[in-house]
T-cell receptor, first 115, second 116 residues
């Protein structure tokens, strides 16, 4: 099983739609979670950290479900400018993996928002 | 610009040649990561430094790849005897742990390598 798995895509939605992405992780000891956004041929950029209590930033809401080991990203009122690839990122501390903390990325899911 | 910078941005090389990429992290960051990304895939971990120590290297990384961070500041990634399969975007990221596990990392713009 892969460490981080994301919904298959791509997603193609009209402007104004609400879209949700899910991402599952395999190691229950994982402690830090993020969503990154990557535009075509650009570097990934941090979109949001994901906290246990859930967090919201404008039209974006991120949630963590530790029991089911998944994180989600909800985008409300989609804009054309939201078109990008969304990557979920998980960090698992060294003492649980024998490896040092590194960011493990999902494959990414591509969102296209159409007029 | 105080972000992560990478050089060169693009590199075209012939198969069998050696290439070296440079990454300058954000100055106060002690952690530095190298990733590789191919089209349609998420970034794939290559190696990780904390200060000047290389603490982890991916098992996916062949012995043709080597990375250094001699003074705990900038880092270089060298690929020897390049192969066409090495064609990818090479991304560098940095972060600062400051006692916390898993702070967010900031990426450079990447070096796009094409092996012909």
């Amino acid at each position: 099983r892969k460490e981080v798995e994301q919904d298959p895509g791509p997603f193609n939605v009209p402007e104004g739609a609400t879209v949700a992405f899910n991402c599952t992780y395999s190691n229950s000891a994982s402690q830090s979670f993020f969503w990154y956004r990557q535009d075509c041929r650009k570097e990934p950029k941090l979109l949001m950290s994901v906290y246990s209590s859930g967090n919201e930033d404008g039209r974006f809401t991120a949630q963590l479900n530790r029991a089911s080991q998944y994180i989600s990203l909800l985008i409300r009122d989609s804009k054309l400018s939201d078109s990008a690839t969304y990557l979920c990122v998980v960090i698992t501390p060294r003492r649980y993996t024998g490896a040092n903390s590194k960011l493990t990325f999902g494959k990414g899911i591509t969102l296209s928002v159409r007029p | 610009d105080t972000g992560v910078s990478q050089d060169p941005r693009h590199k075209i090389t012939k198969r069998g040649q050696n290439v070296t990429f440079r990454c300058d992290p954000i100055s106060e960051h002690n952690r530095l990561y190298w990733y590789r990304q191919t089209l349609g895939q998420g970034p794939e971990f290559l190696t990780y430094f904390q200060n000047e120590a290389q603490l982890e290297k991916s098992r996916l990384l062949s012995d043709r790849f080597s990375a250094e961070r001699p003074k705990g500041s900038f880092s270089t990634l060298e690929i020897q005897r390049t192969e066409q399969g090495d064609s990818a975007m090479y991304l560098c990221a940095s972060s600062s742990n400051k006692g916390r596990v898993g702070p967010e990392a900031f990426f450079g713009q990447g070096t796009r390598l094409t092996v012909v």
